[in-house]
């Protein structure tokens, strides 16, 4: 018997975290955290050793949780395609960093964060591999540079655990590989299943005007956006159109984007963010930032929900000034600094609350599948079940998936754990 627990992103965007237990061996399918919390929250615990996690893609609320498992020399492999290992040691360094300055306590140390990062195995999209009982094929999910979907097969039945995926290609990242084999079980996100994007050619056409307008009445253009994955796309989207204006990155993006054209092997156009880097300058210290902001420029910087990071430092000294502007280039957590800056014009953080008079937008650069999307490839797979997870409509997507004809299924806390077939070796 198989048996599923789902234990985070439950009705929530994430928290990430799977158990499958096969009888034969307990495999994690991420362990995230949720940053919008304070303090960070994580996923529901694991009563066992896993013999394997499986990492779906380096962003916290995915990979977040995975050095508890490393606590009181407990060890297991974490399986990734390669440049998930260095972006996954940068986020975690970091997270330990922002918690110890926050007074905030995490459930593992820096020890833990080494154990986790010493045990990580690379594989290959498309190449199977062999656990105990389960042989597992990653896909590629082109939501970030080594995303993927991990396919399960046990005998003659099977689960795809989709982790963030994207069906359409984006200028940093080719669209996510579909030609998936047997799908008996599905374990989808359902981040946007309520709604589509925007066409990414009218939001890079706003991005690239608010920049020269900011620019050209002499202000700054602040762009915040996550440091693995968006801040590279919206690199490449203002490169397309022609930078002639100073461009600077700041925050973890700087070694996030190092890292990620040292595999540039898994981007669309291995190229084209090396060549758009050359318009390009690193923030390196609070003197750099000081000057910068004397004259009008771009800044692409994080954090991407003003969370935290080199962001906060630059609002601190531009809120006031009409002539320079913001730009969230993606989704907004409910009770995020940015999400309560859209609603209410204020910047509230920590000791802070600034009355920000600077322009404000929210674009749409996600790296998340669409509602359309969503269904297109439910529909393709025509899976036996389907469990949807990481999502604020869950529960809406399973009841449309219902009418569909599907077994749909929203796992929440009081529901989470689920028996499937006796799979057949």
Not at 79 to 96: F, G
Not at 194 to 199: I, K, L, S
Not at 348 to 354: G, Q, R, S, V
């Amino acid at each position: 018997m198989i048996q599923l627990s789902f234990n985070g992103a439950l009705s929530t965007v994430g928290s990430s975290a799977v158990l499958v237990d096969t009888g034969v061996e307990k495999i994690v399918l991420d362990y995230g955290t949720r940053l919008e919390d304070k303090p960070p929250t994580f996923p529901i615990p694991v009563k066992c050793k896993p013999d394997a996690v499986l990492l779906s893609h380096a962003h916290l609320d995915h990979l977040g949780g995975v050095p508890i498992f490393f606590t009181k020399d407990n060890s297991c492999p974490v399986y990734a395609i390669d440049v998930t290992k260095p972006l996954s040691e940068l986020l975690l360094s970091d997270s330990l960093k922002i918690s110890r300055e926050e007074g905030v306590k995490l459930p593992f140390d820096r020890k833990e964060i080494s154990k986790t990062i010493e045990n990580f195995s690379p594989v290959e999209y498309r190449k199977p591999f062999k656990l105990k009982k389960t042989v597992v094929t990653y896909f590629d999910a082109g939501h970030i540079p080594g995303s993927a979907m991990v396919h399960l097969k046990f005998g003659n039945k099977s689960i795809l655990y989709t982790g963030d995926y994207n069906s359409l290609e984006t200028r940093l990242m080719k669209k996510a590989d579909l030609d998936i084999p047997q799908v008996d079980c599905l374990i989808t996100e359902s981040t946007y299943a309520y709604r589509d994007h925007p066409e990414r050619e009218s939001q890079e056409k706003q991005l690239v005007e608010i920049i020269n307008d900011t620019v050209a009445n002499d202000g700054v253009c602040l762009v915040s956006g996550f440091a693995i994955g968006r801040l590279q796309e919206v690199l490449l989207a203002i490169a397309k159109q022609g930078i002639d204006y100073p461009v600077y990155m700041d925050g973890m993006a700087r070694k996030a984007t190092t890292i990620i054209n040292q595999y540039n092997r898994l981007l669309k156009k291995p190229k084209e963010l090396d060549d758009a880097l050359k318009n390009v300058k690193y923030v390196n210290s609070e003197l750099d930032r000081k000057k910068i902001i004397k004259q009008p420029c771009a800044v692409l910087t994080t954090s991407g929900m003003l969370t935290g990071g080199a962001v906060v430092w630059y609002l601190k000294r531009l809120y006031e000034d009409r002539n320079s502007s913001l730009i969230l280039s993606g989704y907004q957590l409910a009770n995020t600094p940015g999400k309560i800056l859209l609603e209410t014009g204020r910047y509230i953080a920590k000791e802070l609350d600034l009355e920000v008079r600077m322009f404000i937008k929210r674009l749409d650069f996600s790296a998340h599948v669409g509602r359309k999307g969503l269904f297109d490839f439910v529909k393709k797979l025509n899976p036996e079940k389907v469990f949807c997870i990481h999502g604020d409509h869950t529960e809406e997507f399973a009841d449309e998936l219902r009418k569909e004809g599907f077994d749909a299924i929203a796992p929440v806390a009081n529901n989470r754990i689920f028996n499937l077939w006796q799979s057949k070796s």
